[in-house]
């Protein structure tokens, strides 16, 4: 869709974080899955000159939480809100995470806020978009610093391309571009579990060194 | 007693879409788009402005037509288009949508563009690929040339339905986060109007819009 195409490219310009993620419709995680860190809560400092930005950590208001629905919004004191702020320390985006164990790994599991300037929109207008999830794997190293490691589209895409997995996907129209996969849960932890060690399966170029702030 | 009336009429129209049925595939193809440029003018709906303007002439279009590059079938398909866009609580929405005909009714279907406030920032940021863009589909019911009820697909109705497997249709649902999405084909979705486009349960009273030509309303008035 022509007209689509030409206004996601100009919204495009707005969006960093999270662009080239792996986008799902279904989460990475059953109940059972999910941890909860309180070493997580506070503020996380990441990034080189070029992408350094603040994540803040806490856990989700009960204001938040009137926004999640379905089975989630039981489980909302498990997770975390993290608000983004970018290097001007203007929030640019919020999330609800969480955190989960899948296999020998610890993963986030991403899933937009609608941010307080948002708050006000047409509700008809906002059932046009259905919202995704976005993992991210983290590797703990200790409780003052981790690395959140994208999963690396092209990868899933060569496995897709060699008939070396089987997975339902959704092209997208350019240039948001790539796939929303639409696999269930059960089939997103065989890909995880399968492919999780393998560095091939991260994006390098958006990884994110994260270390705890402690003065804020 | 013209403001009593007036007042009935905008409390009558003023109806909350609680939830539409979306779809991540459009129903209007290059295919099967048709155009009724009676669509394009000014609309009352609940006391807003709804501009309605053929794509090429809106101003929509005017703002990215220099980063636009269009096939000739882009051009084609484009055509037969329309923008619309209102203001409502200091923000101004952008709509686009096609129309398409199955057994004599006519569909309308809408897709956001934009929301933007009156700074002409983005307010919204559903791009950028954290949302999937989906579509919305109503049925148009003229009535005259300058009153149109607008019945929006009752998404409540219908997932329930689909859920119970009374109705078939491809869908994916997740019961953890409550999302919901209609993936069938644009094919699927006309089979689906097809055979239940005249089933009065598919829409409802709470998911209808009538809107008024402006200039008609104002006749009305002075009348």
Not at chain 1, 51 to 57: C, I, P, R, V
Not at chain 1, 67 to 80: F, H, P, R, T, V
Not at chain 2, 61 to 87: C, E, G, H, P, W
Request: glycine share 4%; proline share 2%.
């Amino acid at each position: 869709m022509i007209i689509r195409k030409t206004f996601i490219l100009l919204i495009l310009l707005f969006s960093i974080f999270l662009s080239g993620c792996l986008y799902t419709f279904y989460p990475i995680f059953t109940e059972k899955d999910i941890v909860f860190n309180k070493e997580l809560l506070g503020f996380w400092n990441y990034g080189d000159s070029s992408k350094n930005g603040l994540f803040e950590f806490r856990r989700i208001s009960e204001t938040e939480k009137k926004e999640l629905s379905g089975n989630i919004s039981k489980l909302s004191d498990k997770g975390y809100f993290v608000v983004w702020r970018d290097k001007k320390k203007q929030v640019n985006s919020a999330y609800f995470v969480f955190l989960v164990k899948i296999g020998t790994h610890y993963y986030f599991d991403f899933f937009p806020s609608v941010s307080n300037n948002q708050i006000y929109v047409d509700d008809l207008f906002r059932y046009h978009f259905v919202t995704l999830h976005c993992p991210y794997k983290i590797i703990l190293h200790d409780k003052d610093h981790f690395e959140l490691k994208q999963l690396e589209e092209s990868f899933l895409d060569k496995l897709i391309e060699n008939k070396q997995i089987q997975i339902r996907y959704l092209d997208r129209s350019e240039p948001n571009g790539g796939r929303v996969i639409l696999s269930p849960t059960a089939e997103l932890q065989q890909f995880l579990t399968k492919y999780g060690d393998n560095e091939k399966a991260y994006n390098k170029d958006n990884s994110y060194y994260c270390t705890h702030l402690h003065n804020k | 007693m013209k403001s009593i009336v007036h007042f009935i009429f905008f409390f009558i129209i003023l109806v909350q879409l609680n939830s539409c049925l979306t779809t991540m595939q459009p129903l209007v193809t290059d295919e099967n788009i048709i155009t009724d440029d009676r669509v394009t003018g000014t609309w009352i709906d609940s006391g807003r402005e709804i501009t309605v303007q053929k794509f090429f002439n809106s101003k929509f279009y005017q703002s990215v037509k220099s980063d636009m590059r269009l096939s000739v079938a882009d051009s084609l398909f484009l055509m037969k288009y329309y923008i619309a866009n209102y203001t409502q609580s200091d923000l101004e929405y952008w709509w686009a949508f096609g129309l398409m005909r199955i057994n004599k009714q006519v569909y309308l279907n809408l897709f956001a563009l934009k929301c933007t406030d009156n700074e002409n920032n983005e307010v919204y940021f559903p791009y950028g690929g954290r949302a999937l863009e989906t579509y919305s589909i109503a049925k148009l019911e003229w009535k005259g040339n300058d009153l149109i009820s607008v019945h929006f697909l009752n998404g409540d109705w219908i997932k329930k339905m689909i859920l119970a497997g009374n109705i078939r249709i491809k869908y994916e649902y997740d019961p953890l986060f409550g999302s919901f999405a209609i993936t069938a084909s644009s094919e699927e979705l006309e089979q689906f109007l097809q055979k239940y486009g005249n089933d009065k349960r598919i829409y409802s009273d709470e998911y209808t819009r009538t809107i008024t030509r402006k200039d008609k309303l104002y006749v009305t008035k002075n009348n």
